[in-house]
């Protein structure tokens, strides 16, 4: 799943250890998740949507 996390981070400049401060998780699966390497649980790609303001489709895309 292609995702637009590290875009997202980016404009806010956040490194990938604020973004995993903000989410409760580790920077390891931060990262995990912005190279494609794992897709987030439902209800983590939920907190990771209401963290940025969006809604999950908006970051989440279909390969």
């Given at each position: 799943?292609?995702?637009r996390l590290k875009v997202l981070r980016a404009e806010?400049?956040?490194?990938?250890g604020d973004l995993a401060d903000r989410l409760?998780?580790?920077r390891q699966?931060?990262?995990a998740i912005e190279t494609?390497?794992?897709?987030p649980s439902l209800p983590l790609?939920?907190?990771i949507a209401s963290v940025f303001g969006?809604?999950?489709e908006e970051i989440f895309l279909e390969d």
């Open positions: 799943m292609k995702n806010r400049d956040w490194s990938q409760g998780v580790s699966s931060v990262n494609g390497k794992y897709d790609a939920f907190k969006l809604r999950i």
